[in-house]
């Protein structure tokens, strides 16, 4: 259905899709598709169904509306592309990993969170074989 067919010309709504009350138009017009859209932008994050994971070249990333975890397999050059930066891991240092984000070098010790090319970067985990990675966009606190 078009605007023009719940709008006159002038602006007003049409006399035909009033409801009862004279109320605003009914879900056969404008308010439905305004229920429709805020469906398709709440129901997402309410029922947690945005998201996707990409594993390949020793990463695995998993990614949702706040942001993506991603675990890089340690002893291999590894590097995810997340928000629209890529992030690759550089070394390990005890409790701390280096990574470079965007092209920047960052270093973040383990259940921490740093600022570096607009992400939040927090390390979640450092193990022999994995390192994990949250990448948020801002600086959320990577919780």
């Known amino acids: 259905m078009s605007h023009q067919a719940c709008f006159s010309r002038s602006g007003g ?7 009862e009350t004279g109320g605003w138009p009914t879900l056969r ?9 805020v ?10 169904a945005v998201g996707c994971t990409v ?3 020793g990463t695995t990333s998993r990614c949702q509306v706040d942001g ?8 291999v050059s590894a590097k995810a592309s997340v928000l629209g930066v890529d992030a690759k891991l550089v070394s390990v240092e005890g409790d701390t990993v ?3 984000v965007a092209g920047q070098e960052v270093s973040v010790p383990v259940g921490q969170t ?13 193990t022999e ?15």
């Open 13 to 19: 709504v049409r006399p035909e899709n009033l409801d």
């Open 29 to 37: 017009g404008v308010r439905s598709r305004r229920l429709l859209i």
């Open 39 to 48: 469906f398709l932008l709440v129901a997402p994050g309410l029922f947690g």
């Open 55 to 57: 594993t390949g070249g």
């Open 68 to 75: 993506c975890v991603i675990t890089f397999d340690r002893g």
């Open 98 to 100: 280096v990574l470079s």
């Open 114 to 126: 740093r600022s570096t090319s607009g992400v939040g970067v927090t390390v979640q985990q450092v």
């Open 129 to 143: 074989d994995k390192v994990v990675v949250r990448v948020s966009s801002g600086t959320s606190n990577g919780s």
